[in-house]
């Protein structure tokens, strides 16, 4: 029977990275992503600037929003500080499990919570759910007409307090402009857009980054 896409890219993992060693995961699916075939990951220029945000942040409590493979989830969760945690919501079921192992190999799975399902259920009960306050970083990175109900649910349900970053995948390529209308225009964030180019191509996309003045 035919393999997924996934299972070739977590197949490429375990073949060329080293166990515990998250660097090397990352180097193994960007070699492979851009190699052999090309997948959803954030990938390593727009990557770079989700590093240098999250060293910035420093966080505490991170939120994914769309975890696919787990390329971004390993970025992010070896870089947290002791004792951080990274929740990352997963609708898709056989992304989540490509997802776990990738997470495992890297050997992060102590930082992360994977959970399956709909970011519009689960959002409302994180706080019950996990024991979460409010959220340091949200990295949104799921369906693209997401982008701006979950952001609205995140403030309803007072998941973000003065000074939440919000990190948004994509806005220019599949593009987000409901979602880029709303965090430029509103008073209650200052947004900046960091220019890059659609993982693994030459083509424009990039990342904006909006602060929550509350
Ligand atoms: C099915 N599904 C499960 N999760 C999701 C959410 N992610 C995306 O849709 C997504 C799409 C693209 C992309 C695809 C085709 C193309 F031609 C150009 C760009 C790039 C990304 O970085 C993404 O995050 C979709
Ligand atoms: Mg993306």
Redesign the pocket.
């Known amino acids: 029977t035919q393999s997924t896409r996934p299972q070739r890219l977590l197949g490429a993992v375990q073949k060329n990275a080293t166990r515990g060693d998250p660097c090397s995961v990352v180097k193994a699916i960007d070699h492979f992503c851009r190699h052999k075939e090309w997948a959803?990951?954030?990938g390593d220029e727009k990557g770079c600037i989700l590093d240098s945000v999250v060293s910035e942040i420093n966080p505490a409590t991170v939120l994914e929003l769309?975890t696919?493979c787990g390329y971004s989830t390993v970025r992010i969760a070896s870089r947290l500080p002791p004792h951080a945690k990274l929740i990352t919501l997963e609708?898709?079921p056989d992304?989540a499990v490509i997802a776990r192992q990738v997470i495992a190999w890297a050997g992060v799975e102590e930082k992360v919570q994977l959970v399956e399902g709909a970011s519009g259920d689960w959002i409302p009960k994180m706080k019950e759910q996990f024991g979460i306050k409010t959220f340091d970083l949200v990295f949104l990175?799921?369906?693209?007409d997401r982008y701006l109900p979950d952001t609205k649910l995140m403030e309803e349900c007072g998941l973000l307090r003065k000074g939440s970053v919000l990190l948004a995948?994509?806005v220019i390529?599949?593009g987000t402009p409901e979602y880029l209308e709303y965090v430029r225009n509103s008073p209650r964030y200052e947004s900046r857009y960091f220019k890059s180019h659609?993982?693994y191509t030459k083509v424009e996309d990039g990342l904006e980054k909006s602060v929550f003045l509350g």
């Open positions: 959803m990951n954030v769309g696919y609708f898709n992304f990175d799921h369906w693209k995948d994509n390529c599949p659609l993982e």
